[in-house]
């Protein structure tokens, strides 16, 4: 099989040479009205994926369609879009310097457009933001959780849901390199910092649905980001009480360049306002490297390797959380023994070997592998007391009135897992005078050794839950067995193998009316685990009228399959479950972009309404960020919903947006139908940016997020009963900045500061309006048998100071 694999994958990558394109290129140098280089100024070919950032001294390059006429596009925040329309010959070189206007000035000769990726489902995203937008994470997902169908109620993480979907149905790439994420976690301490570093990222891509056939084998949504490739020296460090991270860019020569950037992190400040106490002890490391090589002027080589060292350790000591309502209010309290300890360490490597046989061809050859060993360890127990709060109105003050019960648990787990996940890939792409080509062939190769032993032991006033029977003065008593609960006992070992293909073509077809742009591609999958071959069309269509104001409808429709990968092939019980079949979804996005100009300048206004159904669904529970799958293909379900996003400058030269979305999806599972977790009706998400009137080297940037409440029930109970609500979700994170150095201060020669380019310094206040969010809940049982649920709260109230650099 694996020389059938690479001999197609060899004829595939030669046997295009004979195939004729035209391509050009178009560099220059982008400055402002002060003529002073703008960096990261975003520059895009209209109706394509292409684009580049600015470098340092406002430099650029990018090769484009030839024999055509297309639309250059130029944006940058606090100053005016602006667009050109050229035309240039086969392999013609022509140099474009251009001047952005201040958002101040206003140019009526030019029509300003917004033109980010509007024939497909993708946005574009500022990678600028990321230094802005005030989080815990400071991760490219912070960004993403803004978006319009994406929903995430935990700020410790990076993860995220999308239209119904749970976290492990979203794709990530780099660079096309596919990314994994640790598979253990089961919350957002845990977790740490994405992969994604945001120092490196220079293009940032998000579909929330109705995507294309050249991204695999997920059903709810595409993040493609595009590292950096450097031309010239440049580097940046910051600093908070969070952690520090630091990178490093440039070129050896004029045909080999250096990316590197490093991160540590420790949010031990942040995990100490949590309702439990303890010596909280969370490490997380990483570094990134990738290194390009133009070996000659058809072929280039791009190397990229990371290295991720997580470790979280606990040692719990009390908490006390108070819950309920005013009229029914209990408090708990737990004193704790025993300790957590828990290791995550990745390792990525990945070679892309490009070939150009011609300027409008490129060939690519694509290789990773991903290894993960993962530890999750702790043996803790807890003694609580729980009893009847009586709250004094007017204060948030009370006493206990009554005991509910005195008990105690230990819970205990030892879990392993040794991981692998080996690709290999051709691309190929074919850009010709009204259409672009797509195609790829790739083999996967997964391997997983997992041992999993976990279980908990309740009791209640001195008696293990269930209690025995009372056996005073008998002569010989019964000796009831000792009942574990939440057992789980397990040793894996997966090996599978992927064999997928696509195939899609772009036409784009203009006249004085309007304009269409067609997308249709079909990708096929094949599966050794259940022996599945699948089969998935997809297609894309835009319609744009020349209106005054201009308009562009689009319709996206296909099947889009998700094969069983460890994590949902793994049942309640740690046992893999052989021919779990893949989920299926038949998606259909309807949507238009509407732009228009309010207080003189420019907005867009997005709509999106999608359906999917769900075939061979996998039902599986949600507590915190773990997922445990049924291991069963015995339901099916639904999405449905309606996404709305606003954005522009709604103050003059800062870019803001609002995203609302509404929700449903249910599956019918076990005889009736019931709410997915994932369930969450409405979901409202603000990015706001402001100067401060007559300081305009200070900024204010604000996140606001409400969520209304997901699904939930008590632990082991049919999913029928797991209807009841958590709370909604309310978030308001705020950051101010100063600039303290920018583009027009001034340094004598000899003042060492000459080297910075920038410096900000901020102070973020993380949950500003302190909402009690709950991610989870903590079952107590008393003697009697009667549960009760103790929410699990996010974080409080905290600040965070940071200084960052650029140079």
Same mark, same amino acid.
């Given at each position: 099989?694996?020389?059938?694999?690479?001999?197609?994958?060899?004829?595939?990558?030669?046997?295009?040479?004979?195939?004729?394109?035209?391509?050009?290129?178009?560099?220059?140098?982008?400055?402002?009205?002060?003529?002073?280089?703008?960096?990261?100024?975003?520059?895009?070919?209209?109706?394509?994926?292409?684009?580049?950032?600015?470098?340092?001294?406002?430099?650029?390059?990018?090769?484009?369609?030839?024999?055509?006429?297309?639309?250059?596009?130029?944006?940058?925040?606090?100053?005016?879009?602006?667009?050109?329309?050229?035309?240039?010959?086969?392999?013609?070189?022509?140099?474009?310097?251009?001047?952005?206007?201040?958002?101040?000035?206003?140019?009526?000769?030019?029509?300003?457009?917004?033109?980010?990726?509007?024939?497909?489902?993708?946005?574009?995203?500022?990678?600028?933001?990321?230094?802005?937008?005030?989080?815990?994470?400071?991760?490219?997902?912070?960004?993403?959780?803004?978006?319009?169908?994406?929903?995430?109620?935990?700020?410790?993480?990076?993860?995220?849901?999308?239209?119904?979907?749970?976290?492990?149905?979203?794709?990530?790439?780099?660079?096309?390199?596919?990314?994994?994420?640790? *598979?253990?976690?089961?919350?957002?301490?845990?977790?740490?910092?994405?992969?994604?570093?945001?120092?490196?990222?220079?293009?940032?891509?998000?579909?929330?649905?109705?995507?294309?056939?050249?991204?695999?084998?997920?059903?709810?949504?595409?993040?493609?980001?595009?590292?950096?490739?450097?031309?010239?020296?440049?580097?940046?460090?910051?600093?908070?009480?969070?952690?520090?991270?630091?990178?490093?860019?440039?070129?050896?020569?004029?045909?080999?360049?250096?990316?590197?950037?490093?991160?540590?992190?420790?949010?031990?400040?942040?995990?100490?306002?949590?309702?439990?106490?303890?010596?909280?002890?969370?490490?997380?490391?990483?570094?990134?490297?990738?290194?390009?090589?133009?070996?000659?002027?058809?072929?280039?080589?791009?190397?990229?390797?990371?290295?991720?060292?997580?470790?979280?350790?606990?040692?719990?000591?009390?908490?006390?959380?108070?819950?309920?309502?005013?009229?029914?209010?209990?408090?708990?309290?737990?004193?704790?023994?025993?300790?957590?300890?828990?290791?995550?360490?990745?390792?990525?490597?990945?070679?892309?070997?490009?070939?150009?046989?011609?300027?409008?061809?490129?060939?690519?050859?694509?290789?990773?592998?991903?290894?993960?060993?993962?530890?999750?360890?702790?043996?803790?127990?807890?003694?609580?007391?729980?009893?009847?709060?009586?709250?004094?109105?007017?204060?948030?003050?009370?006493?206990?009135?009554?005991?509910?019960?005195?008990?105690?648990?230990?819970?205990?787990?030892?879990?392993?897992?040794?991981?692998?996940?080996?690709?290999?890939?051709?691309?190929?792409?074919?850009?010709?005078?009204?259409?672009?080509?797509?195609?790829?062939?790739?083999?996967?190769?997964?391997? *997983?050794?997992?041992?999993?032993?976990?279980?908990?032991?309740?009791?209640?006033?001195?008696?293990?839950?269930?209690?025995?029977?009372?056996?005073?003065?008998?002569?010989?008593?019964?000796?009831?067995?000792?009942?574990?609960?939440?057992?789980?006992?397990?040793?894996?070992?997966?090996?599978?193998?992927?064999?997928?293909?696509?195939?899609?073509?772009?036409?784009?077809?203009?006249?004085?009316?309007?304009?269409?742009?067609?997308?249709?591609?079909?990708?096929?999958?094949?599966?050794?685990?259940?022996?599945?071959?699948?089969?998935?069309?997809?297609?894309?269509?835009? *319609?744009?009228?020349?209106?005054?104001?201009?308009?562009?409808?689009?319709?996206?429709?296909?099947?889009?399959?998700?094969?069983?990968?460890?994590?949902?092939?793994?049942?309640?019980?740690?046992?893999?479950?052989?021919?779990?079949?893949?989920?299926? #979804?038949?998606?259909?996005?309807?949507?238009?972009?509407?732009?228009?100009?309010?207080?003189?300048?420019?907005?867009?206004?997005?709509?999106?309404?999608?359906?999917?159904?769900?075939?061979?669904?996998?039902?599986?529970?949600?507590?915190?960020?773990?997922?445990?799958?049924?291991?069963?293909?015995?339901?099916?379900?639904?999405?449905?919903?309606?996404?709305?996003?606003?954005?522009?400058?709604?103050?003059?030269?800062?870019?803001?947006?609002?995203?609302? #979305?509404?929700?449903?999806?249910?599956?019918?599972?076990?005889?009736?139908?019931?709410?997915?977790?994932?369930?969450?009706?409405?979901?409202?998400?603000?990015?706001?940016?402001?100067?401060?009137?007559?300081?305009?080297?200070?900024?204010?940037?604000?996140?606001?997020?409400?969520?209304?409440?997901?699904?939930?029930?008590?632990?082991?109970?049919?999913?029928?009963?797991?209807?009841?609500?958590?709370?909604?979700?309310?978030?308001?994170?705020?950051?101010?900045?100063?600039?303290?150095?920018?583009?027009?201060?001034?340094?004598?020669?000899?003042?060492?500061?000459?080297?910075?380019?920038?410096?900000?310094?901020?102070?973020?206040?993380?949950?500003?309006?302190?909402?009690?969010?709950?991610?989870?809940?903590?079952?107590?049982?008393?003697?009697?048998?009667?549960?009760?649920?103790?929410?699990?709260?996010?974080?409080?109230?905290?600040?965070?100071?940071?200084?960052?650099?650029?140079?």
């Amino acid at each position: 099989m694996r020389k059938i694999v690479l001999t197609t994958l060899l004829l595939v990558f030669f046997s295009v040479h004979a195939l004729f394109a035209q391509q050009g290129t178009i560099h220059g140098i982008v400055n402002g009205t002060d003529s002073q280089p703008l960096q990261f100024v975003n520059i895009a070919v209209q109706g394509t994926t292409a684009g580049v950032t600015t470098g340092k001294d406002g430099r650029y390059e990018l090769q484009v369609p030839a024999n055509k006429e297309i639309v250059i596009l130029f944006s940058y925040i606090g100053y005016e879009k602006d667009s050109l329309v050229i035309r240039l010959n086969e392999n013609e070189r022509r140099k474009i310097d251009h001047t952005l206007q201040a958002s101040s000035t206003q140019l009526e000769s030019i029509e300003v457009k917004d033109q980010q990726l509007r024939t497909n489902t993708f946005s574009r995203l500022d990678p600028k933001v990321l230094t802005l937008i005030p989080t815990i994470n400071a991760s490219v997902e912070d960004l993403i959780k803004t978006m319009p169908g994406v929903s995430s109620r935990n700020e410790l993480s990076s993860q995220y849901s999308v239209r119904g979907g749970n976290y492990d149905e979203n794709l990530v790439f780099v660079n096309d390199i596919e990314i994994y994420r640790p *598979f253990l976690v089961r919350s957002g301490q845990q977790e740490g910092q994405s992969f994604l570093n945001p120092d490196l990222v220079a293009g940032i891509s998000f579909s929330s649905g109705g995507f294309d056939a050249k991204y695999g084998d997920k059903m709810s949504s595409v993040l493609d980001i595009r590292y950096k490739k450097p031309t010239e020296f440049a580097a940046s460090f910051d600093v908070s009480l969070l952690g520090a991270s630091a990178h490093v860019e440039g070129t050896f020569s004029k045909k080999v360049s250096y990316l590197l950037g490093t991160r540590y992190k420790t949010n031990s400040y942040i995990l100490k306002g949590l309702d439990t106490k303890g010596n909280y002890k969370p490490r997380f490391f990483d570094i990134q490297g990738m290194m390009n090589f133009e070996i000659s002027k058809k072929w280039e080589l791009s190397v990229f390797g990371t290295f991720t060292d997580n470790a979280y350790k606990l040692i719990p000591e009390t908490r006390e959380t108070s819950f309920g309502t005013i009229d029914e209010a209990y408090k708990i309290t737990i004193f704790f023994d025993g300790r957590e300890s828990d290791q995550y360490q990745n390792w990525l490597t990945a070679a892309t070997l490009t070939f150009k046989p011609t300027p409008n061809i490129r060939l690519k050859l694509i290789s990773s592998a991903f290894q993960t060993y993962e530890a999750e360890t702790y043996d803790i127990s807890g003694e609580y007391w729980l009893g009847k709060l009586e709250v004094f109105q007017g204060s948030g003050q009370g006493q206990i009135t009554e005991i509910m019960g005195v008990g105690a648990y230990l819970q205990h787990a030892r879990n392993y897992l040794d991981g692998t996940v080996f690709n290999l890939e051709h691309r190929g792409y074919w850009d010709k005078a009204n259409s672009n080509m797509l195609w790829g062939v790739k083999y996967q190769h997964e391997y *997983f050794n997992y041992s999993v032993n976990e279980w908990e032991l309740q009791d209640s006033a001195g008696y293990s839950i269930p209690r025995p029977p009372d056996s005073l003065g008998m002569a010989n008593p019964p000796k009831g067995d000792l009942i574990l609960y939440n057992v789980i006992r397990s040793n894996s070992l997966v090996s599978t193998n992927r064999i997928s293909a696509f195939i899609q073509d772009t036409w784009t077809f203009r006249n004085r009316s309007n304009d269409i742009s067609l997308t249709a591609g079909l990708r096929s999958i094949y599966y050794d685990f259940n022996g599945q071959f699948l089969l998935n069309p997809r297609m894309n269509v835009s *319609f744009k009228p020349h209106w005054k104001n201009e308009t562009v409808f689009r319709l996206s429709t296909g099947y889009y399959s998700q094969p069983p990968t460890f994590r949902e092939m793994s049942d309640l019980n740690g046992n893999i479950v052989p021919g779990l079949k893949a989920q299926t #979804s038949i998606q259909v996005v309807a949507g238009s972009d509407y732009y228009f100009k309010a207080w003189n300048r420019p907005f867009k206004f997005v709509a999106e309404a999608y359906y999917k159904n769900i075939q061979n669904l996998i039902p599986y529970e949600i507590d915190n960020m773990k997922i445990r799958y049924y291991g069963t293909n015995d339901a099916y379900g639904y999405a449905a919903g309606i996404d709305f996003r606003v954005h522009g400058e709604f103050v003059k030269g800062a870019e803001s947006w609002a995203s609302l #979305s509404f929700l449903k999806t249910e599956e019918h599972f076990q005889g009736s139908w019931i709410p997915r977790p994932t369930d969450q009706r409405m979901n409202l998400a603000i990015f706001f940016q402001d100067f401060i009137p007559g300081f305009p080297t200070w900024k204010m940037n604000l996140t606001l997020v409400y969520g209304t409440g997901l699904p939930f029930g008590p632990p082991d109970s049919p999913r029928s009963a797991q209807t009841l609500r958590i709370p909604p979700y309310r978030r308001v994170d705020i950051g101010l900045s100063k600039q303290l150095i920018g583009q027009q201060t001034k340094f004598s020669k000899k003042n060492p500061l000459r080297a910075f380019d920038s410096m900000w310094i901020s102070l973020d206040v993380f949950n500003l309006l302190q909402f009690s969010n709950t991610i989870s809940y903590l079952w107590v049982t008393d003697i009697n048998g009667k549960e009760y649920a103790v929410p699990n709260y996010l974080t409080p109230r905290t600040f965070n100071l940071k200084l960052t650099a650029r140079f």
